[in-house]
């Protein structure tokens, strides 16, 4: 019988030496990188400060309807003088009342009659027609409690307070 084919001996020697390599290659890079990632020494005094992680900030909601602003009270006119933002009072209607219309002029509806010494905000005017002057007023109390009134029976106050 003959020996086996030569080219398979050296085939197979050739295949286990080869694996033989790669493992010692792989086993000196593992020890090599493992002497790599050392632990630091504490003993030498270093510290390690934990910083905290950041957290949100609290996002305030706004209410959805702000409250409109008020007519201040302090007027820039002379006392006794009928103008924008002043106070006034009805006055010398003898009891019969003032009447408030819808626009300035004699000709206009009457939208309501206000009472002697009832007291107004003037928001508009003035407005010369039929003869008057003419301001658009309004109720301290009540905006929808408005109208435009000649000012022959109106008197200048300085607040609703004071009366």
Do not use: C
Not at 10 to 26: E, K, R, W
Not at 67 to 83: D, K, R
Not at 108 to 127: K, N
């Amino acid at each position: 019988m003959k020996n086996a084919n030569p080219i398979n001996l050296i085939t197979i020697l050739g295949g286990v030496l080869l694996a033989l390599i790669l493992a010692g290659v792989s086993f000196i890079l593992i020890f090599i990188s493992g002497q790599s990632r050392q632990v630091p020494d504490v003993s030498s005094g270093a510290v390690v400060t934990l910083v905290p992680a950041p957290t949100p900030t609290p996002i305030l909601a706004l209410p959805a309807d702000l409250p409109a602003a008020t007519p201040t009270e302090t007027s820039l006119l002379p006392p006794g003088v009928i103008g924008i933002g002043a106070y006034v009072q009805v006055s010398g209607t003898d009891g019969t009342g003032l009447r408030m219309r819808v626009e300035a002029g004699v000709a206009s509806e009457v939208r309501f009659m206000a009472l002697d010494a009832e007291v107004f905000l003037v928001i508009d005017g003035p407005l010369e027609k039929d003869g008057y002057v003419w301001w658009h007023l309004e109720a301290p109390y009540d905006q929808t409690r408005n109208g435009w009134s000649a000012d022959a029976f109106l008197v200048a106050i300085d607040s609703p307070a004071d009366q």
